[in-house]
């Protein structure tokens, strides 16, 4: 049972133009939410996050957008830039719960 | 600060082999949280450590145990290898039991032949 879906396994992008990354979740009890970026050989690194008391959070050139009755969220990169180019993983936790649930990923290339 | 290390990066072992992964966490951070990360997938909880105590489990079966030790550092073991067991395994720490925001170390890749 996947709780967290990342349906697009890859995302193409023009430097410069705007990445939307988009997570679906199942599980109502899901309160807050995080994105990840994982570069090859390297474990995942924390991007920003948001908790189900708020739509919007953002942190520089990263929003993160949370649709609480859609059980839907996306992260927008804008402008994107080459080095955003890495597999980035939503991830969901039960506030004070134990275990982090991430999606599948999705590769993000972006071109010059 | 120093980050969240781990090792060795690589490993190889046969099945029914037993191995030890270890993590040292980031200074201060009494929470180690353990992911099992195959190929293609996200990240699957394995269990998480508090204060030198299991403090949650994950879908894994009791071969897979751990250990929390005072100086930051803690360890994944897993008794009999299977073939599924090749993965990339993570550590991550987080300040308090509570902080649900998790650092990863960049992870030990295993291979069971």
């Known amino acids: 049972d996947q709780q967290v879906k990342q349906n697009s396994p890859s995302l193409s992008v023009q430097e410069g133009r705007i990445s939307i990354l988009n997570c679906d979740y199942t599980?109502?009890?899901?309160?807050?939410f995080l994105w990840y970026k994982k570069y090859p050989a390297e474990g995942p690194t924390f991007l920003i996050s948001?908790?189900?008391?708020?739509d919007k959070n953002e942190d520089g050139r990263f929003t993160v957008f949370l649709n609480k009755s859609a059980k839907h969220l996306s992260l927008h990169i804008v402008p994107s830039q080459p080095g955003d180019s890495a597999v980035y993983f939503c991830a969901a936790s039960v506030q004070g719960a134990q275990k982090l649930v991430f999606g599948q990923g999705t590769r993000l290339t972006i071109n010059p | 600060e120093t980050g969240v290390t781990q090792s060795p990066t690589h490993l190889i072992k046969t099945r029914g082999q037993q191995v030890t992964l270890r993590c040292s966490s980031q200074s201060g951070h009494n929470t180690v949280s353990w992911y099992q990360q195959a190929l293609g997938q996200g990240p699957q909880f394995i269990f998480q450590y508090y204060r030198e105590e299991e403090n949650g489990r994950g879908n894994f079966p009791p071969r897979f145990s751990g250990l929390q030790f005072p100086n930051y550092s803690s360890e994944l073991n897993v008794n009999a290898l299977e073939l599924d067991d090749s993965a990339l395994y993570l550590c991550a720490s987080s300040l308090r039991l509570t902080t649900d925001t998790q650092y990863f170390g960049p992870g030990t890749r295993l291979t069971v032949l």
């Open positions: 599980n109502s009890m899901f309160d807050y």
């Open positions: 948001i908790s189900s008391i708020k």
